[in-house]
């Protein structure tokens, strides 16, 4: 029975890595002086550089400070400001002009959302929005214009998590709680016939595999008791420590190229991780970012309409990136 490590974004979080949503989306508004003239910028604003210097982008820390910053503006310069559209042009006597719109509307849906917290808020705003259109009966060029503002969002995210996080942190520093925390993994036995060992222990496993722990844990001990224990612990048949990384980031590298060096902890079992919705930069397991509740009651009418296009975003459809497996 392998140990599992389930591990999430708190992880990078508690590594004081900006990865969470917030950072992500607030780092677009307040980088947006510098990169305007970027066409990753232009694939969801269309900002007329005209106007540029009349506003105070430097003040501009968040999606709330762009908007309160843009409307100041338009309502100070007599233009036309829509705000349902987040939409903006001025009334020069030969033609309208545009100053700002948005030209991804998935973007800008996600931005206008207050409640966003996490990751999987975006992801359900873009299955709730696929099932609106597919209940609709409406053409596949809508649900194609809706995955390509979805993938240009996530080569955005891609970028930023390249661009601020992998480039800018240097993965192979260690946490100073480092080997406190890595001393858990280290094999030792339980002595699980013991009574206080058994309430303390197997009570967290379902009864049938009560046996099959305390087997395990009596050739522990026996190996233990002939000073055998690091050779047991490293033979083939031995559970593995299995880190289910959810986590695009290296930010685990360190901790497993310890645990997996023998000259540091001898009695700590192989360790190795399922990154298992893909990795930064990496083309033998790139990025999966999407929807995965095939539970839904929706899903079985998207599937039902057999076209690929209303499944590209499903975390099960994209290329069997769980697979991949990293040892260190």
Not at 1 to 9: E, H, S
Not at 93 to 105: D, I, L, M, P, T
Not at 159 to 168: A, F
Request: charged share 25%; aromatic share 16%; net charge negative.
């Amino acid at each position: 029975m392998n140990k599992l490590v389930i591990v999430g974004n708190g992880f990078d979080l508690a590594h004081a890595l900006p990865t969470s949503y917030k950072d992500f989306i607030n780092d677009f508004w307040c980088s947006l002086k510098n990169n305007l003239q970027k066409e990753e910028t232009n694939n969801f604003i269309d900002f007329n550089s005209t106007y540029l210097n009349n506003m105070s982008l430097f003040e501009v820390k968040s999606y709330a400070d762009f908007k309160s910053i843009l409307k100041d503006y338009c309502t100070s310069s007599g233009y036309d400001y829509n705000e349902k559209r987040v939409y903006c042009r001025n009334k020069p006597h030969n033609g309208f002009s545009v100053v700002f719109q948005f030209k991804n509307s998935f973007f800008k849906e996600i931005n206008e959302q207050n409640t966003i917290t996490n990751w999987v808020d975006i992801e359900n705003i873009y299955y709730q929005e696929l099932t609106d259109l597919v209940k609709k009966n409406v053409e596949s060029k809508f649900i194609e214009k809706l995955n390509v503002e979805f993938e240009q969002v996530k080569n955005l995210f891609e970028n930023y998590l390249e661009t601020n996080i992998v480039q800018e942190f240097d993965f192979s520093c260690q946490s100073e709680n480092l080997n406190d925390l890595l001393k858990f993994f280290i094999v030792e036995p339980l002595y699980l016939e013991r009574e206080k060992s058994r309430s303390k222990y197997l009570k967290e496993f379902p009864f049938e595999d009560h046996s099959e722990l305390i087997e395990l844990d009596e050739k522990i001990i026996e190996a233990y008791r002939k000073n055998q224990l690091a050779s047991f612990v490293y033979s083939n048949d031995f559970p593995e420590n299995v880190f289910l990384n959810f986590n695009y980031t290296p930010t685990i590298d360190c901790y497993l190229k310890k645990l997996n060096n023998r000259d540091v902890f001898n009695c700590v079992n192989n360790s190795r991780e399922i990154q298992i919705h893909g990795a930064v930069n990496c083309k033998e397991n790139e990025m999966n970012f999407g929807f995965g509740d095939e539970m839904d009651n929706n899903y079985t009418l998207i599937e039902e309409l057999n076209n690929n296009i209303y499944l590209k975003n499903f975390k099960s459809f994209k290329s069997c990136k769980i697979q991949i497996i990293r040892t260190y």
